[in-house]
């Protein structure tokens, strides 16, 4: 990462910050504790939507994947991080964000306190799309049902909409990326933060200050939610 330029997610000694994990972990007791019925329920019903996504054909995407990427981290995260789909990598492993982008996702989760086990990471299709080409309208729209009952289960504090397709498609707009982010949007009562992609930003290392105010104001969305709670 530092001979690829990206040197601004290293301020890992932050102290407002890195105590986030150990929130973290807090806040799962206390979903537990809140919620029981749903967190005993919730193995099964998570192993049920991932069997039905693996085998799902709603696309024809399902017939070029490799496997389906269902997303992978905690269950019972504050943050939901989505982006737009499975690349080449992914469709290989079966895991999101694992190529040169997820290697600057996991440094920029890093920098504000969060390894990839305190996040949940998935993307808005499931299915690798041939040549990593855009999602199609259509494409997204038999995938989203998925996403949906994903959100559902999880009740994350802020959602994070990496990159411009997976924005766009969450909030249903035509607007840019430099519209869209820098401010807390509401998706059915989540507030949801977008900041671009990190494949944008191992192209346009400018943008990467943008990013860090994004993520930013992200943890600050998390932490007021925890304030309001208590």
């Known amino acids: 990462l530092e001979a690829m330029g990206i040197d601004v997610w290293m301020p890992r000694t932050s102290a407002p910050v890195?105590?986030?994990?150990?929130?973290?972990?807090?806040?799962?007791?206390?979903?537990?504790?809140?919620e029981p019925d749903l967190h005993n329920a919730s193995p099964?019903?998570?192993a049920d939507l991932e069997t039905e996504v693996a085998t799902c054909t709603k696309c024809t995407l399902c017939q070029t994947r490799t496997q389906t990427v269902f997303g992978t981290g905690s269950k019972?995260?504050?943050w939901?991080?989505?982006g737009e789909a499975p690349g080449q990598n992914e469709d290989e492993q079966g895991k999101p964000f694992v190529g040169k982008a997820g290697q600057l996702?996991?440094?920029m989760l890093r920098a504000i306190?969060?390894?990839?086990?305190?996040?949940?990471?998935?993307?808005?299709?499931?299915?690798?799309?041939?040549?990593?080409?855009?999602p199609k309208p259509e494409e997204a729209?038999?995938?989203?049902?998925?996403?949906?009952?994903?959100?559902?289960?999880?009740?994350?504090?802020?959602?994070?909409?990496?990159?411009?397709?997976?924005?766009?498609?969450?909030?249903?707009?035509?607007?840019?990326?430099?519209?869209?982010?820098?401010?807390?949007?509401d998706l059915?009562?989540?507030?949801?933060?977008?900041?671009?992609?990190?494949?944008?930003?191992?192209?346009?290392?400018?943008?990467?200050r943008k990013a860090w105010q994004d993520l930013q104001l992200a943890v600050r969305t998390v932490k007021e939610s925890k304030e309001m709670e208590n």
């Open 18 to 34: 890195v105590s986030k994990p150990i929130v973290a972990a807090e806040s799962v007791t206390e979903h537990v504790i809140c």
């Open 141 to 185: 729209e038999s995938c989203i049902d998925y996403l949906s009952r994903q959100r559902e289960l999880i009740k994350p504090k802020v959602i994070l909409a990496v990159g411009r397709i997976s924005a766009q498609t969450l909030l249903k707009t035509d607007a840019p990326i430099g519209k869209l982010r820098g401010k807390v949007h």
């Open 105 to 107: 996702l996991t440094e």
């Open 113 to 134: 306190g969060l390894g990839r086990d305190d996040v949940f990471i998935t993307n808005i299709l499931k299915c690798r799309p041939p040549g990593n080409r855009d």
């Open 44 to 46: 099964t019903i998570w």
């Open 188 to 208: 059915d009562g989540a507030p949801l933060v977008v900041v671009y992609h990190p494949a944008y930003l191992l192209r346009s290392l400018l943008e990467k």
């Open 76 to 78: 019972s995260a504050d």
């Open 80 to 82: 939901l991080v989505i």
